[in-house]
């Protein structure tokens, strides 16, 4: 039998996922400029606790491009301490909304731009990686760019579709290239991906229910799977 195309397998994995867990409905978020904050500070911590340093800022009326701007670090990182490291993304959040202050001017000329454009700008930004990036385009600008965290290259390698090796660009390419180019599509796909990977794929997988587990080679070989 001829293996399955890329794209195939792909929408095969995302219909499978999305009849165990239905519409996930991310990024949870008032506003675009709150989910360009929250990828910044969810870098090395959990959402918990990015939550937490969001809510600060909402307190403090901080969750502005023009409130960060002006505050000063130490104002700014005190009150996003418990996203961690928060000295760091005291220096990150800052150097976004000054990059874009002199840039665009506004979030909404920024994201008026070529997104392909604009995702080479902002990966050049002291900060911001691909994945950063990528969740500022997906899910603040509404722009088809497949985001790509540990949880999809752990649950795609154990499916046999990349290398758990294979760098981030790589395993993005594998989306844009076999995926039509649709935001609903590419958010949804990485919300269910990142809820298998918490429920199922983890890095001791749970393969008991698992909705991909026919079509996974690495539960045949976990030792007491049923």
């Given at each position: 039998?001829?293996?399955?195309?890329?794209?195939?397998?792909?929408?095969?994995?995302?219909?499978?996922?999305?009849?165990?867990?239905?519409?996930?409905?991310?990024?949870?978020?008032?506003?675009?400029?709150?989910?360009?904050?929250?990828?910044?500070?969810?870098?090395?911590?959990?959402?918990?606790?990015?939550?937490?340093?969001?809510?600060?800022?909402?307190?403090?009326?901080?969750?502005?491009?023009?409130?960060?701007?002006?505050?000063?670090?130490?104002?700014?990182?005190?009150?996003?301490?418990?996203?961690?490291?928060?000295?760091?993304?005291?220096?990150?959040?800052?150097?976004?909304?000054?990059?874009?202050?002199?840039?665009?001017?506004t979030l909404e000329a920024m994201f008026a731009a070529s997104w392909e454009t604009l995702r080479g700008e902002l990966i050049a930004v002291r900060g911001i990686g691909p994945e950063t990036c990528d969740s500022?385009?997906?899910?603040?600008?509404?722009?088809?760019?497949?985001?790509?965290?540990?949880?999809?290259?752990?649950?795609?390698?154990?499916?046999?579709?990349?290398?758990?090796?294979?760098?981030?660009?790589?395993?993005?390419?594998?989306?844009?290239?076999?995926?039509?180019?649709?935001?609903?599509?590419?958010?949804?796909?990485?919300?269910?991906?990142?809820?298998?990977?918490?429920?199922?794929?983890?890095?001791?997988?749970?393969?008991?229910?698992?909705?991909?587990?026919?079509?996974?080679?690495?539960?045949?070989?976990?030792?007491?799977?049923?």
């Amino acid at each position: 039998m001829a293996a399955k195309q890329p794209q195939t397998r792909l929408l095969e994995i995302y219909d499978s996922l999305y009849r165990r867990y239905g519409a996930l409905n991310w990024w949870p978020a008032d506003s675009p400029f709150e989910v360009c904050v929250g990828a910044i500070l969810t870098q090395n911590t959990n959402w918990n606790n990015v939550e937490k340093a969001i809510a600060n800022m909402k307190r403090e009326g901080l969750l502005s491009i023009e409130a960060v701007s002006a505050a000063s670090h130490d104002v700014l990182a005190e009150q996003i301490r418990p996203s961690g490291f928060f000295n760091v993304k005291s220096v990150r959040l800052k150097g976004f909304v000054e990059w874009l202050l002199q840039r665009h001017g506004t979030l909404e000329a920024m994201f008026a731009a070529s997104w392909e454009t604009l995702r080479g700008e902002l990966i050049a930004v002291r900060g911001i990686g691909p994945e950063t990036c990528d969740s500022i385009l997906l899910y603040a600008g509404e722009k088809p760019s497949f985001v790509v965290d540990a949880y999809t290259r752990r649950l795609f390698s154990r499916l046999g579709l990349v290398d758990e090796k294979d760098d981030y660009h790589h395993v993005r390419s594998l989306f844009m290239n076999h995926l039509p180019h649709e935001v609903p599509l590419f958010n949804e796909y990485h919300a269910l991906i990142v809820e298998q990977c918490k429920r199922h794929c983890r890095k001791r997988p749970s393969c008991d229910g698992c909705p991909l587990r026919d079509a996974c080679s690495h539960a045949t070989l976990t030792p007491g799977a049923p």
